[in-house]
Each structure stands twice: as C-alpha cells, then as structure tokens.
C-alpha cells in the first residue's frame, strides 16, 4: 500500500532500520515511561510501516503470565508513532485517540512482533495501525488503531 508522506526523506530500509533502532535502544537507558518499549528490536522498516518484535519477560506480563493490556496500548502508541515519524520526518504529533482490541494471549517468553502501518497520513491527521502477533504462529494477539494530529507549527527549522 503506497501512503503519501509529509516531506519524509528518502532512505534505505536499512539506514531506516538503523536509524529507528538507535531511536528504540535509548529507552534502554531511560527511566521516563518510554522505558517499556526497552529491547524492541527493529526487524522491518519502509516510509510507511515498521516491524519490531521482543520477547516477553516478566515486566511485559499480568498476572496469568501473559502480555500485559496495558503494555499492548502503550506499544501501539509508542511504534505507530515512530512509524509516523518516519514518514513525516519526525513532524511533531499528538494522540487524538487510540484502542487496542485483544484477542489472544502471548505467554512469558514469547516472542511477539508489532507491524506498526500508517494507513493515511494527511494534511493534518495521521491514521495507523498496529497489529501484534506470536511469532511462534503467526496469530494476531491484538490490533491497535492510533490517530495522531500532525502540528506543522512546531516544526523545527532546519539548520543550514
């Protein structure tokens, strides 16, 4: 699915991947609430969709074991964000509403993966979706819809 972008400049899947991966391993080293998207690993990534994945350990789980709801909303904002920030060249951006919808359990030690897609970016609203699967089976555990208004009127000039 091609998606228009806002500006977004022309890189490589690889210097994309290298360039969200650098952006994903500082919340390694934080203790703000970016903190639960720590060891997201960046396996996929186009102007318009990115894919990490992690394994889950016992701070990503509730109770019975299993991925957390409150980590899965907290994941989709957080990647379907970058993935706009990658198609916009980082344009400054708020949430307008987000929902997750459960349908499966992943348990402790699996791996999950997150395809983050933007669906529409347009003048002023961008529209994404995250979906979050088991990489053991491929079944999707949730899918997560992001809408974030896009504030042109905070962008940084750009140095010359």
């Known amino acids: 699915m091609s998606v228009p972008?806002?500006?977004?400049?022309?890189?490589?899947?690889?210097?994309?991947?290298?360039?969200?991966?650098?952006?994903?391993?500082?919340f390694n080293h934080t203790e703000a609430f970016g903190r639960v998207a720590a060891n997201l690993k960046v396996t996929q990534a186009s102007v318009s969709s990115i894919t990490v994945e992690f394994v889950l350990c016992q701070q990503h789980v509730n109770s019975?074991?299993?991925?957390?709801?409150g980590l899965t909303a907290a994941l989709t904002d957080i990647v379907t964000s970058r993935a706009v920030g990658a198609a916009t060249d980082d344009l400054p951006r708020a949430s307008l509403d987000l929902s997750v919808s459960y349908m499966m359990p992943a348990k402790l030690g699996e791996t999950v993966t997150i395809e983050a897609?933007?669906?529409?970016?347009?003048?002023?609203?961008?529209?994404?979706?995250?979906?979050?699967?088991?990489?053991?089976?491929?079944?999707?555990?949730a899918k997560g819809t992001h809408n974030m208004s896009l504030m042109h009127h905070l962008r940084k000039p750009v140095s010359q």
């Open 117 to 141: 897609i933007c669906l529409k970016i347009g003048r002023s609203v961008a529209f994404t979706e995250a979906i979050f699967r088991r990489k053991s089976d491929n079944v999707m555990i």
């Open 64 to 69: 019975k074991q299993t991925l957390h709801g």
């Open 5 to 26: 972008t806002q500006n977004a400049t022309i890189k490589s899947e690889k210097e994309l991947i290298e360039e969200l991966q650098q952006i994903f391993d500082k």
